[in-house]
């Protein structure tokens, strides 16, 4: 039966791939796209995208665009090998949509690169040449070797890349925070109560961090803002010393105005997402230099450093404990958390520095894209 699913999943697929909506985005697609002379003549590097599988489609393409960007940022022009399925995945797939807002190559291989640019690969038909390394993608758990792999670092989410503005550090060095603790997202119990983050990771739940935070503070320390006038107020005339709450489900933060409400605050609770501990929101939080309470500081890379650029606990009893010392923290230790938080996310978060360690790092060498799912390995 299993075999029989199977085979009638991957018959769906093909079929697909012939329907008039993937045709059109397939033509649309090559229509916006550079062709190998005018990639040569923007006289800068590509990365080439060689990609045969469709793992990077997964939630409706986010890892694809988190991949792609990165290079893109780096200086490098998005390129992708000329073959139908991938072409036209790219103006099918929510977020991989949005990289066609940006200038994008369509090659035969890497025989038309310029030279300097990078092929990124998730099999082993491509053999480097004197001018274009290839970089090879793993997919799924597994211990980065240092000396053989580079974890692509998590990113923001999609939408909060594109709409929103990120302050310069000596602006969010010197912003006055509204908030000590501040959570937003969504807050329902729902699959965020799935048991399997213990089982697979030995966290905690998102629903059990609230309530494990509801029943720790008392109420004058938690605040719900469930209107705009509560979030334009809430600790605009003196700061709240406690935690702010914003439940999605109630209102909702557009992307273009989610950083700077996340820089309104000291500390933001890294609550899990469904399937893993790592969510976008503690990116977009470490970004605007407000420091991560979390339970999983290891599954960065390198792991984020307690009482340096974090605030990590261990468990029930140790999230008790945190948030009690997290309240009582002096401007002094919170402003030199946010200094080591600002410094960290510039060095292992961004793609300037995702460039210099690929830069540095060695060949051949494997690109994890799923870093996020492992500890990082001890140095």
Partial sequence: MRTLRSLEHWLG???????????????EVRAR??????????????????????????DRGRDAHRLVSLFRDAGHVPAFVDRYALVSSLGTTEYKRLLLDEPFALVGGPDELPPGSLVIADHGGVSPTPSVRVLRLHHGPGVVDPRQGLAVPYGPH?????????????????RRRRWRLFFAGNAKIGSYARSDLGA???KLSRVEVLTTLTETLPDERRRTIDDA?????????????????????SLYVPEDRWLETLADAELFLACPGVRMPTCHNVIEAMSVGTVPLLEHPEHFHPALRDGVNCLAFDGRAGLKRRLAEALELSPETIAELRRGVLTYHREHLTAEGFARKLAAA??????????HLTPAARP
């Fill in 158 to 174: 999609p939408l909060v890349a594109r709409r929103s503005r990120l302050p310069d550090e000596a602006e969010l060095l010197s």
């Fill in 33 to 58: 796209a550079l062709g190998p002379e005018a990639l040569a003549e923007l006289g800068r590097p590509a990365a080439l995208f060689d990609l045969r599988g469709v793992r990077l489609d997964r």
């Fill in 13 to 27: 697929q093909r079929l697909s791939l012939l329907g008039p909506r993937r045709r059109a985005a397939h033509r």
């Fill in 362 to 371: 060695p060949d051949p060498l494997t690109l994890h894209v799923d870093g």
């Fill in 200 to 202: 697979r990771f030995g």
């Fill in 229 to 249: 006038a509560t979030l334009a107020e809430l600790g605009r005339e003196s700061p709240f010393a406690g935690f702010a709450l914003i439940d999605f489900g």
